[in-house]
């Protein structure tokens, strides 16, 4: 096409300098902080040679131990709870030719996306303050329910957008034999659906992990989630063993993204058996 | 359908989505009336509320009363937070669109088996922590970070340049942040953008600039439109950021609410103050749907 002739119609001045600039800077501090996280010194910007100490360092940390169960506890909790919401409220909402409230339905779901974060966090921690004086209670069940809220839109969406493109063929043939509608659900729709509920959960999960702001505002004394705890160190003086617990976190969160990249990749056509 | 049918769908519907409605009127909708209610109450000697009527805090937003003979006069600290909120996230927004337009202009015109690869090089930094990256950009910048012992090195300096803790560090931490959310949108309309129509230009003797602009730009303004507001609404409530790299000193909306909950101690001026967040990030939502609604009008 264009690019066999001498003038290519596509070139912009200066553009693609742009561009391979921004993959450089949009990358560089990451990997930075990765090999500083193996740095031998205190230091983390003069490198001394290399170490795996200060993995060792978190890893035998009691509240790095005690905030990386919580963020799993909390993550998969919120995940779980909120990817069989969103199933559910995909199931509603989609193939159908649209229904009273559904403007209503859709600004709900997607809520947690438009309001600014600390919006949140502030009216959560109000809420919950009342409902802390009234009952008592100080438990995890705040940052779960917190955190499931805000993880639905990013479940609801992949899921949403797996359902659209199946077909309903399947699921009315599995009603014509006289499937119930559980049994057609678990045993048609549910098969075909499931690369979007494992990807909608995979990203609710990684949002749970890396959420800062609503867990801050929202967190009962003693329940540091491992992005609090970080929050909290970067006040003092910042030794790698920050780092060498964000790069565990990074790496988690990179393999998770391309799981889910290839997941949604392979679309419902695809996957058809 | 009949009409029995009909309602047996419809509950059926409803019955399916109140999980994920209840959870959300729970823990996202229903609490954000209550904040609208505090923001009318007196703030309590040690935090939290006493039960009277009080539309004291809305003043607060933007007046302070003299503690000594009680004159009113405009709240210089936090009008300039307001404005330096503002003026951060438009720069944030400005810059991201300079880097993002010309990224994703690249990644569109690449071979279509590899976009996606380059969109997903784009998205994995977003979807890694965002206190992570904020953290990383603080080691590169700060006193003793790798800009100032490179420059040191290199004879360029004698004294580290103080760039953490100024509002330079703000604009570039959101930048970092909020750069793939520019991008994102931008590729998207720019995607399935025919390039005849700039070989038409071309042939009718039009200059690169003047086809970036009359050709290029119009069509994927959608995009750009979209872009900035996904880039300029985080901006404004931003929190971690400006509290990572700001330290402290250069405080943005997001850290005057906090202050309200921690040591100043005002529930009602800190839920007034979201409340103000919220109407100025609901005014830019409004303008991009409207905005949004007339391309659509107009290519539709």
Sequence with gaps: ?273 | MTQASDTQATRRRWLLLSPALLILLFAASGPLLIVVLYSFLTPGDYGGVVWKFSTDAWFNVVVERDFFDDTLSFSDAHLSIFWRSVKLSLMTTLVAFIVGFPTAYFIATRPKEKRDIWMLLIMVPFWTNLLIRTFAVMEIIRNEGVVNSLLIGLGIIDQPIQMLFTEFAITLGMFYVYLPLMVLPIYAAMERFDFSLVEAAYDLYASRWRVLRRVIFPIVKPGVIAGSILVFVPSLGAYVTPRVLGGGKQLMLGNLIELQFGQGRNWPLGAALSITLLAIVMVALIVYVRAAGREEMSHG
């Design chain 1, 1 to 273: 096409m264009a690019k066999s002739r001498a003038f290519d119609v596509r070139r912009q001045t200066g553009f693609v300098p742009v561009a391979l600039l921004c993959f450089l800077v949009l990358y560089l501090p990451i990997i930075l902080l990765v090999v500083y996280s193996f740095n031998k010194g205190e230091s983390i910007a003069i490198w001394e040679g290399f170490s795996w100490q200060w993995y060792v360092k978190a890893w035998q940390n009691e509240k790095v131990q005690d905030a990386t169960i919580l963020s799993l506890i909390i993550a998969t909790s919120a995940s779980l709870i909120a990817t069989s919401a969103a199933v559910m409220a995909a199931l509603a909402t989609t193939r159908t030719k649209g229904f009273r409230g559904y403007t209503f339905v859709f600004a709900l779901i997607n809520q947690p996306l438009m309001i600014p974060e600390i919006v949140t966090a502030v009216a959560l921690l109000i809420f919950f303050a009342i409902i802390k004086v009234a009952t008592g209670y100080t438990g995890l069940m705040y940052l779960i329910i917190a955190h499931s809220a805000f993880c639905i839109p990013f479940a609801y969406m992949p899921i949403r957008a797996r359902l659209q493109g199946m077909d309903l063929n399947l699921e009315q043939a599995g009603a014509d034999l006289y499937g119930t509608p559980w049994r057609v659900f678990r045993r048609v729709t549910l098969p075909q659906l499931w690369p979007g509920v494992l990807a909608g959960s995979m990203l609710a999960f990684v949002i749970s992990l890396d959420d800062v702001v609503i867990t801050e505002f929202v967190k009962s004394a003693g329940q540091d989630t491992l992005p609090t705890y970080m929050l909290g160190q970067m006040r003092r003086v910042i030794t790698p063993e920050v780092n060498a617990i964000s790069t565990a976190l990074l790496a988690i969160s990179v393999a998770l993204v391309i799981a889910f990249y290839l997941l949604s990749k392979g679309g419902p056509q695809k996957n058809r058996e």
